[in-house]
């Protein structure tokens, strides 16, 4: 089992920053990748991004370029640098970690991020 707690969320200004961070823990060494998805109200749950245990990452396509995701080597957390906020970007953000060989995936009941003037 692996239990994953987000943190960082908030209200911010367009064009501003926010970090979320993602702690994880239990069976730290079955985690294979991490990742944050979000869920605007009335939309589907959408990837923003996901790294692998060699590090290698991925994005949504709204996201590039504004957004990076990092982690420690030994996957206690994954950190969620958000920058060039919109309006569009609000949305609940969960981060998730998904197991080696079974793919089982973990959720964490996630975290409010409001971008608004």
């Known amino acids: 089992q692996v239990q994953v707690v987000e943190s960082g969320g908030g209200l911010v200004q367009p064009g501003g920053s926010l970090r979320l961070s993602c702690a994880a823990s239990?069976?730290?060494?079955?985690?294979?990748?991490m990742g944050w998805y979000r869920q605007a109200p009335g939309k589907q749950r959408e990837l923003v991004a996901r790294i692998t245990s060699r590090n290698f990452t991925n994005y949504g396509g709204s996201v590039k370029g504004r957004f990076t995701i990092s982690r420690d080597n030994a996957w206690n957390t994954v950190n969620l640098q958000m920058n060039s906020l919109k309006p569009e970007d609000t949305a609940v953000y969960y981060c998730?970690?998904?197991?080696?060989?079974?793919?089982?995936?973990?959720w964490g009941q996630g975290t409010q991020v409001t971008v608004s003037s």
């Open positions: 998730n970690a998904v197991q080696y060989n079974t793919g089982t995936t973990f």
């Open positions: 239990g069976s730290v060494f079955s985690i294979y990748t």
